[in-house]
């Protein structure tokens, strides 16, 4: 207690608390110390630190000045005399944290140094100080203390100057320092120049001289003080070159010398002897020759490393809070070094900030800790700062220890206990690390690209080498885009571009590259091969009217290459054709020059055959690629990325055409054999093989191929048009499938996807694609039995349609056709209450609104008439006519045209998939014109026509195979076969066929009831039944006894 009473802090507290009394605000007591906590909270300081601050005199500096403020501001309400404590005002010195921290942290010898050489300055004084110290000794710390107080307002002195001196190229080392001096390059290259042209020894160490004499002229003409801080490396003492010039000193004997010797008698000594010049050496010991050289230096002040005590003590106060283990394990992993002392310290203040550390305060930990790369004094730690700020990519942050020594040097195999300081293992992965703070690695990132760009550039390069053989092993992969970044990092555009002609890179990357390159390329044959790759990357996305595509091309078409200028004119023609502005692409082909390149000449025929396929000329479209393009592949190279898109693009047009066509066999092939090591081309094949292989009802293939297209689509950031393509198909083939959940999460998926705030796309364009996703989504709706959402839908995407028609002056006609047919669909679902979910069970016959019905027929009646009008309709229109006419058939209610629209549709089908759908269309039409015989002859005829689809690896479409064994059952028990019926139902309850047994065992009871009234009691069916029906419904007693048999307690078995 008797220590407490002592602090001058309690004796302010208590007399503010006197003055004040016990006035309350809404903090609470005015001056207590949960009033004082809050003020310290509202000022950004610790509030937690009040009371140790007040009792002990304990807390950092900063906290202790926002007391003492909040304390003299409640005084001065309450009192006229000003509040006066001598003891504490110095805490408003600017310089206060400096000399605080050297007189408490460092030890004496230090501290002597840093006054003399600090008041001398300051009494406008020019001090020489000279200061030896093996490492660890403190040296750069006391350096940087020198320099942060001399730095500090009020300034003394304009100019402080810091430059070291280390083996690693001394001629960059006096690089620095003249160029930091003002000399431009072209005056210090000229000195450089004549150290490689000397011949005899004098002259050679005259022409060294003379570089120094440059440097030592440009210090005299500064006008004004100045104060210069030199380090000499130890290694100094094993340089004896300049320039591949055997370091001289330029005396009569020319003696051969040291780096360390030279920089003392050429320049440091002559350094000393200026007047308006403040000077302070650090180095580990003396050169030789130094010692009868000392001119204006006195005795050397020598540091000494510090003692277990001192190091004790500065970790003590540095970290307060840590435990005395704490504070003790850093001390012993420091050793008996005051550089890993301060180092150890700066990374503990940041890794244990507590919760009322200020983000100033943070922030000035990280500004400290990355200052070392440039500042420390051991070069090992400044090799790795060097390395982890190359190595802690924002994009990918953590590292391989192997990735980080390759950019060290293999001498430097190991991490050393301060080094593996700064890092944080990743959980799981061996030897595979992170920077421990983001905001030290973008710190240190930053100012090393600031301060020496060209070793940042160096490293970077080296970075890349490392990853260069995982990359091009598998271009997809992180390795892959570690080595874009850090080859960007590195500016090596030429390698870039090269990856690029054969790869692709992130969108982000690549926008950054484009970027940078119209700011510091902006012209020349690298910049315009780099505007062609940027270019040919919107190219490949369809994004033709991106900005920086837009960019790309402006350049490209004023370039002297006429192959470039036509390759410009093609993309923009392809971009035209991708709008529906097909005038415009017209109007650009036919400025076609001509091209020896076949890639262009191949090009060129693919635009041609897409503005065909747009027309509807569908052969000529096809002649086009089939004649034109494809011959000209036989002489183009896969090897990179324009060989490989333009074999991939031909092969796309080719079964796009076959599949218009409705060729799907021969578009399937087409899109098979067009692989791609691209994800983006590959996303865009798997989509089509995906979208094929579900219209030839193999489900399981279209499943795995649509998989494949989404998460490439994903993988290649591919537009978020495409995105929400391939999202909502496979919603589609889920709810085909009957997987409703899943097919909800992927429409959900598409729906975000174009929602987004940042989408590329908006207005009308968006509204487009939403129209065109919710089309899709409508038919979900429809199967899960939201019919009037459903309607109301279809009835906005539309007018959408119409609207976008209309303003990009494009024909919609397919697209609103199939959305009417869709309507169609749904108000016959609304008017029979059944879910558009196979199998169907209700026909217009059993109508719950006629006016529905009614319309329904309305328009389908239409959509056929408006097919049957155009000229393309075998080709483009076909299926859709397909579609139509099957429809008619069910919403019919009268059976013999329902027959007749069936009958039609049967001759429409083209592949066995079709042929079981009309089929099985033509059985539903016979089933309820009462021909039960003709139901079983056309069923079967459906399923032999559905196993064409499956095979062993492939299920196909299990609910329209469920569907006609359903008719087949139905028409059984109308003609009273009630044991041929059984057994059809019996071999429909397979597993497989489980999300469809509901249905049919109530289809089969509804029927059996109708049809058979003894049905219940027949032996055939007891192998069903659990137990009598009772008072159960037949349809009821199947439907109860089959879910009884799927719980784990079941004793009866279906098969």
């Known amino acids: 207690m008797a220590m407490a009473t002592q602090s001058p802090w309690r004796k302010v507290f208590e007399e503010v608390r006197q003055i004040i009394g016990n006035k309350r605000d809404t903090d609470g007591v005015l001056g207590s110390i949960n009033w004082l906590r809050k003020q310290m909270m509202l000022k950004g300081a610790n509030p937690n630190v009040v009371r140790n601050i007040i009792y002990r005199d304990k807390g950092k500096i900063a906290d202790k000045r926002a007391l003492y403020e909040t304390l003299k501001e409640l005084w001065q309400r309450y009192s006229d005399v000003p509040l006066q404590v001598p003891e504490l005002e110095v805490l408003f010195s600017s310089n206060l944290n400096t000399e605080q921290e050297i007189a408490q942290l460092l030890g004496r010898e230090k501290r002597r140094a840093y006054s003399s050489f600090v008041s001398s300055v300051r009494s406008g004084k020019f001090p020489k100080l000279l200061v030896t110290g093996r490492p660890g000794s403190g040296k750069t710390l006391l350096l940087d203390y020198i320099q942060q107080a001399l730095e500090l307002p009020p300034k003394v002195t304009k100019s402080v100057m810091r430059f070291e001196f280390s083996s690693d190229d001394l001629v960059a080392s006096l690089s620095k320092m003249a160029f930091a001096l003002g000399i431009t390059e072209d005056s210090f290259e000229a000195k450089l120049v004549k150290l490689g042209t000397s011949g005899a020894y004098a002259v050679q160490a005259d022409a060294q001289a003379d570089v120094a004499r440059l440097i030592i002229d440009a210090i005299r003409s500064y006008t004004e003080p100045i104060v210069i801080m030199i380090q000499l490396s130890q290694s100094l003492t094993d340089l004896t070159h300049l320039a591949n010039s055997a370091l001289r000193l330029n005396q009569p004997d020319v003696p051969r010398v040291n780096a360390a010797e030279w920089l003392w008698l050429s320049l440091i000594e002559p350094l000393s002897k200026m007047s308006q010049v403040g000077l302070l050496v650090s180095l580990v010991s003396l050169p030789a020759r130094a010692h009868t050289h000392m001119s204006a230096f006195e005795e050397p002040v020598k540091l000494n490393p510090p003692t277990t005590i001192e190091a004790r003590r500065f970790v003590k106060l540095r970290l307060p809070k840590l435990s005395a283990h704490q504070q003790e394990s850093i001390v012993q992993r420091a050793g008996r070094s005051y550089e890993e002392l301060r180092t150890l310290t700066l990374l503990a203040e940041i890794r244990e900030a507590s919760p009322g550390e200020t983000l100033s305060e943070n922030e000035e930990h990280v500004k400290q800790l990355s200052q070392l790369y440039k500042n420390a004094g051991d070069h090992r730690l400044r090799n790795f700062l060097a390395a982890l700020a190359v190595m802690s990519l924002p994009e990918y942050p953590s590292f391989a220890k192997e990735a980080l020594q390759a950019v060290r040097g293999q001498e430097l195999s190991y991490l050393n206990n301060l080094e593996q300081a700064f890092l944080d293992p990743i959980p799981g992965q061996e030897e595979v690390y992170r920077c421990f703070s983001r905001q030290l690695a973008r710190q240190l990132r930053q100012e090393f690209?600031?301060?020496?760009?060209?070793?940042?550039?160096?490293?970077?390069?080296?970075?890349?080498?490392?990853?260069?053989?995982?990359?091009?092993?598998?271009?997809?992969?992180?390795?892959?885009?570690?080595?874009?970044?850090?080859?960007?990092?590195?500016?090596?555009?030429?390698?870039?571009?090269?990856?690029?002609?054969?790869?692709?890179?992130?969108?982000?990357?690549?926008?950054?590259?484009?970027?940078?390159?119209?700011?510091?390329?902006?012209?020349?044959?690298?910049?315009?091969?780099?505007?062609?790759?940027?270019?040919?990357?919107?190219?490949?996305?369809?994004?033709?009217?991106?900005?920086?595509?837009?960019?790309?091309?402006?350049?490209?078409?004023?370039?002297?290459?006429?192959?470039?200028?036509?390759?410009?004119?093609?993309?923009?023609?392809?971009?035209?054709?991708?709008?529906?502005?097909?005038?415009?692409?017209?109007?650009?082909?036919?400025?076609?020059?001509?091209?020896?390149?076949?890639?262009?000449?191949?090009?060129?025929?693919?635009?041609?055959?897409?503005?065909?396929?747009?027309?509807?000329?569908?052969?000529?479209?096809?002649?086009?690629?089939?004649?034109?393009?494809?011959?000209?592949?036989?002489?183009?190279?896969?090897?990179?990325?324009?060989?490989?898109?333009?074999?991939?693009?031909?092969?796309?047009?080719?079964?796009?055409?076959?599949?218009?066509?409705?060729?799907?066999?021969?578009?399937?092939?087409?899109?098979?054999?067009?692989?791609?090591?691209?994800?983006?081309?590959?996303?865009?094949?798997?989509?089509?093989?995906?979208?094929?292989?579900?219209?030839?009802?193999?489900?399981?293939?279209?499943?795995?191929?649509?998989?494949?297209?989404?998460?490439?689509?994903?993988?290649?950031?591919?537009?978020?048009?495409?995105?929400?393509?391939?999202?909502?198909?496979?919603?589609?083939?889920?709810?085909k499938q009957g997987k409703f959940n899943d097919a909800q999460d992927d429409f959900q998926a598409a729906l975000t996807v174009l929602q987004r705030e940042d989408a590329s796309i908006k207005g009308l364009e968006r509204d487009f694609w939403l129209a065109k996703l919710k089309d899709e989504y409508a038919l979900f709706l429809l199967a899960k039995g939201s019919f009037d959402k459903a309607i109301f839908t279809l009835r906005d995407n539309q007018q959408v349609f119409e609207r976008y028609q209309k303003e990009n002056k494009v024909d919609a006609s397919y697209r609103l056709l199939r959305s009417s047919l869709r309507l169609a669909l749904a108000y016959g679902c609304r008017a029979t209450q059944q879910p558009f979910m196979r199998p169907l069970e209700r026909s217009v016959n059993t109508v719950i609104s006629p006016e529905d019905a009614n319309h329904a027929q309305e328009l389908v009646t239409g959509i056929i008439a408006q097919i049957e009008k155009r000229t393309d309709q075998k080709t483009h229109y076909l299926e859709l006519y397909r579609q139509g006419v099957m429809l008619a058939s069910w919403l019919s209610s009268n059976p013999k045209k329902a027959l007749s629209f069936a009958e039609k549709a049967n001759t429409l089908a083209r592949f066995p998939y079709q042929s079981a759908e009309t089929l099985t269309h033509l059985a539903f039409a016979h089933y309820h014109a009462g021909n039960y015989q003709e139901v079983i002859s056309f069923s079967h005829e459906a399923s032999k026509a559905l196993a064409k689809t499956t095979s062993r690896m492939e299920k196909g479409d299990l609910a329209l195979h469920a569907w006609i064994l359903g008719l087949e059952q139905k028409a059984l028990l109308a003609q009273g076969d009630l044991e041929g019926a059984v057994k059809s139902l019996r071999r429909s309850l397979v597993a497989e066929l489980e999300p469809y047994h509901l249905n049919l065992l109530r289809g089969f009871g509804n029927v059996a009831e109708k049809k058979i009234p003894w049905a219940a009691k027949h032996e055939a069916l007891k192998p069903l039944l659990s137990t009598e029906p009772g008072t159960l419904r037949l349809a009821d007693a199947l439907v109860s006894s089959w879910q009884k048999s799927r719980s784990p307690e079941a004793e009866i078995l279906f098969f």
């Open 449 to 735: 690209e600031q301060e020496e760009p060209e070793l940042y550039r160096e490293l970077n390069l080296k970075a890349a080498t490392y990853y260069e053989q995982a990359a091009k092993q598998q271009p997809s992969s992180n390795e892959a885009a570690r080595y874009l970044y850090h080859l960007f990092e590195a500016r090596d555009w030429l390698t870039l571009e090269t990856w690029l002609r054969q790869w692709s890179m992130p969108q982000s990357l690549l926008r950054r590259l484009w970027q940078v390159a119209l700011e510091e390329l902006k012209e020349g044959a690298v910049f315009e091969a780099i505007a062609r790759q940027v270019a040919s990357h919107f190219v490949r996305l369809g994004s033709f009217n991106h900005p920086d595509a837009v960019k790309a091309f402006e350049v490209l078409s004023h370039s002297s290459d006429p192959d470039i200028r036509s390759w410009t004119l093609l993309k923009r023609a392809e971009g035209a054709v991708l709008k529906g502005q097909i005038e415009l692409a017209t109007a650009l082909l036919q400025s076609w020059p001509n091209s020896t390149d076949p890639i262009l000449e191949a090009e060129y025929k693919l635009v041609e055959a897409s503005i065909e396929r747009w027309r509807s000329n569908l052969q000529a479209a096809a002649e086009l690629v089939k004649k034109g393009a494809k011959p000209l592949l036989r002489t183009i190279s896969n090897k990179d990325t324009a060989g490989r898109l333009i074999h991939a693009k031909a092969a796309v047009w080719a079964g796009l055409i076959a599949k218009d066509q409705g060729q799907l066999e021969e578009a399937l092939e087409e899109f098979l054999a067009g692989h791609s090591s691209d994800d983006l081309i590959e996303a865009r094949l798997t989509f089509q093989i995906g979208d094929i292989q579900m219209k030839l009802g193999r489900f399981d293939g279209a499943l795995k191929a649509l998989d494949q297209a989404v998460s490439r689509s994903y993988r290649s950031e591919a537009l978020i048009q495409e995105q929400t393509r391939y999202l909502a198909r496979r919603g589609t083939l889920h709810r």
